[in-house]
């Protein structure tokens, strides 16, 4: 089937609203661990190399619990998760973590490839023709999103303890990955984008970050919403 762009969203959008309440709730735990880890960097700082993996490393653990809770909420029904979420790294979670880091990694690897053979055809070596070279990032961007949207269809599936191989979930996703691609990607994206304008109006430090890191723990359910209702919409 096609996904119907607009009633997807639409139906995120409800979800979300909705189940404020619970998806709120179990978004307690992991605000307080992004906004630990962002008043930490800020602090202590990620110039070095240990302390960046650190950094990264205490986001993708937080966020993936963040995201199985939401997925569960979305999917299962409040029920599945405790009032607060998921509070442990159980072997659901781990396995969460190591899909997220696999899909991210082909993703990276493609956009990775797909610039430097565009850079060596077009025989851009560096960025001083701006338009061919932002056009090479922008399509290397975009490739490595659709392959993102394409696998990312599996995390769902794993935060409800349904297995789903790289074969099943690219069949999953056959016919629309570009949908995907403006749905669980480009969207989000943009509301990245209104998050981040909306912290600049700060004056920075602190107080900046908490509203950043509010922000984004506010908009993180509706993005997981988007990627909870396309996975549902294509195994009905």
Same mark, same amino acid.
């Given at each position: 089937?096609?996904?119907?762009?607009?009633?997807?969203?639409?139906?995120?959008?409800?979800?979300?609203?909705?189940?404020?309440?619970?998806?709120?709730?179990?978004?307690?735990?992991?605000?307080?661990?992004?906004?630990?880890?962002?008043?930490?960097?800020?602090?202590?700082?990620?110039?070095?190399?240990?302390?960046?993996?650190?950094?990264?490393?205490?986001?993708?653990?937080?966020?993936?619990?963040?995201?199985?809770?939401?997925?569960?909420?979305?999917?299962?029904?409040?029920?599945?998760?405790?009032?607060?979420?998921?509070?442990?790294?159980?072997?659901?979670?781990?396995?969460?973590?190591? *899909?997220?880091?696999? $899909?991210?990694?082909?993703?990276?690897? +493609?956009? &990775?490839?797909?610039?430097? @053979? !565009?850079? =060596?055809?077009?025989?851009?070596?560096?960025?001083?023709?701006?338009?061919?070279?932002?056009?090479?990032?922008?399509?290397?961007?975009?490739?490595?999103?659709?392959?993102?949207?394409?696998?990312?269809?599996?995390?769902?599936?794993?935060?409800?303890?349904?297995?789903?191989?790289?074969?099943?979930?690219?069949?999953?996703?056959?016919?629309?990955?570009?949908?995907?691609?403006?749905?669980?990607?480009?969207?989000?994206?943009?509301?990245?984008?209104?998050?981040?304008?909306?912290?600049?109006?700060?004056?920075?430090?602190? *107080?900046?970050?908490? $509203?950043?890191?509010?922000?984004?723990? +506010?908009? &993180?359910?509706?993005?997981? @919403? !988007?990627? =909870?209702?396309?996975?549902?919409?294509?195994?009905?």
């Amino acid at each position: 089937m096609r996904l119907p762009i607009r009633d997807v969203a639409g139906e995120a959008a409800w979800s979300y609203w909705s189940l404020w309440r619970e998806l709120l709730s179990v978004m307690i735990i992991p605000f307080a661990g992004f906004l630990a880890v962002n008043i930490g960097a800020s602090l202590l700082g990620t110039d070095s190399t240990v302390a960046s993996w650190i950094y990264w490393a205490c986001y993708v653990i937080v966020g993936a619990v963040a995201a199985v809770s939401c997925h569960r909420v979305l999917l299962l029904g409040p029920v599945s998760v405790p009032k607060f979420g998921v509070n442990h790294l159980g072997a659901r979670e781990r396995t969460f973590i190591a *899909a997220a880091l696999f $899909v991210g990694f082909v993703a990276g690897l +493609l956009k &990775l490839s797909s610039d430097f @053979a !565009l850079t =060596s055809l077009l025989g851009l070596i560096d960025p001083e023709n701006a338009p061919r070279y932002l056009t090479v990032k922008v399509v290397a961007s975009l490739c490595a999103a659709y392959l993102f949207a394409r696998l990312a269809l599996m995390l769902p599936a794993i935060a409800i303890d349904r297995r789903v191989g790289l074969r099943e979930t690219w069949q999953l996703s056959n016919g629309n990955g570009w949908r995907l691609t403006l749905l669980i990607v480009l969207l989000p994206w943009l509301v990245k984008v209104l998050a981040w304008f909306l912290a600049t109006i700060m004056s920075g430090g602190i *107080a900046s970050i908490i $509203v950043n890191t509010t922000l984004y723990s +506010l908009f &993180l359910p509706l993005e997981i @919403a !988007l990627l =909870s209702v396309s996975y549902r919409r294509l195994t009905e």
